[in-house]
Nanobody
């Protein structure tokens, strides 16, 4: 069974940090580019950061550059999202996703597999 399971969400004060994890199973993890998306209430799902299959390339949305870092451990079938200097506007459900296509993608339609999401709430 192919699945992605996110963990690490929670409640944090503005300026704080959180580290999200996404554990993959049932797939050859190193053959998938990975991405993190988020969706706030009443808003569309938006791209946050992405990482290539090898981990050699990453790309992030302007809103998180310099604050969020994506990384992966192919030996552990896990991708991480380190979030620093969190702001109230970062509050959302965060999803990890896997894409079997080659490259880095911001569009949700490019991703084949999605996790169930983890809530991140940043208080002011």
């Amino acid at each position: 069974q192919v699945q992605l399971v996110e963990s690490g969400g929670g409640l944090v004060q503005a300026g704080g940090s959180l580290r999200l994890s996404c554990a993959a199973s049932g797939l050859t993890f190193s053959r998938y580019a990975m991405g993190w998306f988020r969706q706030a209430p009443g808003k569309e799902r938006e791209f946050v950061v992405g990482i290539s299959r090898s981990g050699g390339s990453t790309y992030g949305a302007d809103s998180v550059k310099g604050r969020f870092t994506i990384s992966r451990d192919n030996a552990k079938n896990t991708v991480y999202l380190q979030m620093n200097s969190l702001k109230p506007e970062d509050t959302a459900v965060y999803y990890c996703a896997a894409s079997g296509n080659v490259g880095l993608f911001e569009v949700p339609a490019e991703y084949d597999i999605w996790g169930q999401g983890t809530q991140v709430t940043v208080s002011s």
